[in-house]
């Protein structure tokens, strides 16, 4: 049997983390094909229905990546993203879903390198962990 | 210093007793109108506007029901004023629900008066019909509850008051005061400054305090929380997985009355409703072929996260959600469980303060930092 191949539906903001992804792009420096990488504006506009409808239509984690505070390019749409993760994982995590899947990195545009192993990290981790209770559910969960 | 009246009755009148106060307010000048628990003229007892004084007798302020969330009525009366002063006489979940709703700028306070009623918990709608038709008056019922009685023949408060640890009011001006006081009389309790000037202005004389008040509302607290918190652990301890939840929720038809009846689900449309949720028939089609079928209605599950994203935050334990369910759902555990974790979470209680920030309103940039971990 292959190797479970976790999915992960990664918000990344246009101006730090999107722009980290495509400076490891361009450095060459390899990372994990898992992440599915959704451009956003701003992490401030990640509503939490995204996330909870990547879990629903079979993510095994969630990946937000943003600009360091004081960075941000819409001066705290990351401060507010912060505080709606908190939120949402309290949430997700009655029911199994934790901050072990739900990741919130600030990563700024220089930051290649910290892309790589977020996504490295990311990845391993939920090898271990193996696949989402929400996507064993399959059809149930829409 | 709190201010009481004690409001003396014999059997079978303490609504006139009480009516009396409130045909002083309006007489009196006091408030222009009253929002108030009221006999209908022919079935049941509801929330009422009252604006002429020789309309007060059939008040019920303490009867055992709520319809419907007197917050939501709050917000139809005073989020666009009338510029009238109006007295609103709420239960204590109806107040808090208030508080939320006015730092959601869906309340105005300017021109109310707040009076939180003593509440020993309602019936469902229908079981309050049955309550009456077998003779159970206010009086009755707050005599048995006094004794920890709730349950009749045939029914009992809902399961929402059973674990609800706000009996009595909080961010009131008056109280009516029936927790602790001896049969046949209940109190009025000027809270604030403006709370005393009605008082006096309604002519209300008289008494002295409710002697064992404080001593029986600590106890009905304890014993509340104390079923709040084996219900959140039976709660846990059974829906802790999304297998269950969505077995919990599999008699559901996402009708949405749930959300319709919450006193804090604030949004003026729910995004459910609207155009980002009238998919095509291509998009079902996509959807069944990725696994075969699609459950119809689908998006039940989401639904219920989101909501418990968009207003756990300000869940103050009602119950309307589960009240107006007509698919035995129950969705209350379920929302004051999250709300719970989600209130402790941002240190905040819906309906504690009116000055409490709503959590999803302000940020810092230096909290919240074990979410991400990294410190620069
Ligand atoms: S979710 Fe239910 S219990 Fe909570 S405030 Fe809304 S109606 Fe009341
Ligand atoms: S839980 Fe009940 S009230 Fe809410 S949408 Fe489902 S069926 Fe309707
Ligand atoms: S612009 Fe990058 S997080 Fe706001």
């Known amino acids: ?142 | 210093m709190a201010k009481f009246v004690k409001v003396s009755f014999q059997k079978d009148g303490m609504n006139k007793e009480l009516s009396k106060f409130f045909k002083g307010l309006l007489a009196n000048g006091a408030v222009d109108a009253v929002l108030t628990p009221m006999a209908q003229a022919r079935k049941g007892v509801r929330l009422s506007l009252v604006t002429s004084p020789d309309h007060t007798a059939q008040v019920d302020p303490f009867a055992p029901v709520a319809a419907v969330s007197g917050a939501k009525i709050a917000s139809s009366l005073t989020a666009r004023p009338s510029g009238r002063k109006i007295a609103m006489v709420l239960r204590p979940c109806e107040i808090r629900a208030v508080v939320e709703l006015s730092k959601l700028n869906q309340v105005n306070l300017e021109d109310t008066l707040l009076i939180g009623m003593d509440c020993f918990g309602r019936y469902e709608n229908t079981d309050f019909a049955k309550f009456q038709e077998q003779g159970g008056t206010s009086e009755s019922f707050l005599e048995n509850a006094q004794a920890g009685k709730t349950a009749t023949a045939d029914c009992d408060i809902t399961g929402a008051c059973k674990i609800c640890e706000f009996p009595a009011a909080d961010n009131v001006d008056m109280k009516l005061c029936a927790i602790g006081a001896e049969n046949g009389a209940v109190y009025i309790e000027a809270v604030t400054e403006k709370g005393e000037q009605a008082l006096e202005k309604s002519g209300a004389k008289g008494g002295g305090a409710p002697a064992g008040r404080d001593e029986a509302v600590k106890k009905l607290v304890a014993a509340r929380t104390e079923a709040r918190d084996k219900k959140f652990a039976e709660f846990r301890e059974t829906i802790n997985s999304f297998e269950v939840l969505a077995d919990k929720l599999a008699p559901c038809v996402n009708c949405y009355n749930c959300r319709v009846a919450c006193p804090v689900c604030y949004c003026k449309e729910c995004v459910f409703v609207t155009d980002t949720f009238r998919h095509n028939g291509e998009q079902f089609m996509m959807w069944a072929d990725q696994g075969g079928m699609l459950k119809l209605p689908n998006d039940t599950l989401f639904f219920h996260l989101t909501r418990m994203t968009h207003m756990s935050l300000y869940c103050v334990g009602c119950g309307q959600c589960t009240s107006a369910c007509p698919n035995g759902v129950d969705p209350m555990p379920m929302f004051r469980a999250c709300a719970d974790k989600t209130q402790a979470r941002f240190n905040y209680q819906a309906g504690r303060s009116l000055s409490d920030e709503l959590p999803l309103a302000g940020f810092k940039a230096d909290e919240l930092v074990e979410v991400t971990g990294q410190v620069k």
């Not at chain 1, 992804?21 to 994990?32: F, H, K, V």
């Not at chain 1, 990640?46 to 390019?73: R, S, T």
């Not at chain 1, 939920?126 to 829409?142: F, V």
């Open chain 1, 1 to 142: 049997m292959s190797e479970f191949e976790p999915q992960i539906v990664a918000f990344f903001c246009n101006w730090c983390t999107f722009t980290a992804a495509d400076l490891a792009g361009t450095s060459r420096l390899s990372y994990p094909p898992n992440l599915k990488i959704v451009r956003v504006m701003c992490t401030g506009m990640v509503d939490p229905k995204f996330v909870i409808k990547a879990f629903l239509n079979g993510a095994d984690g969630v990946l937000i990546g943003g600009c360091w505070p004081g960075d941000c390019h819409y001066i705290n749409g990351n401060l507010k993203a912060r505080r709606r993760v908190a939120n949402l994982t309290e949430v997700l995590k009655q029911y199994g879903i934790g901050e072990d899947r739900f990741w919130l990195r600030w990563i700024a545009a220089s930051e290649g390198t910290m892309l790589k192993e977020v996504a490295i990290n990311m990845t391993e981790k939920l090898k271990q962990l193996g696949p989402s209770p929400l996507r064993n559910m399959g059809q149930m969960a829409i």
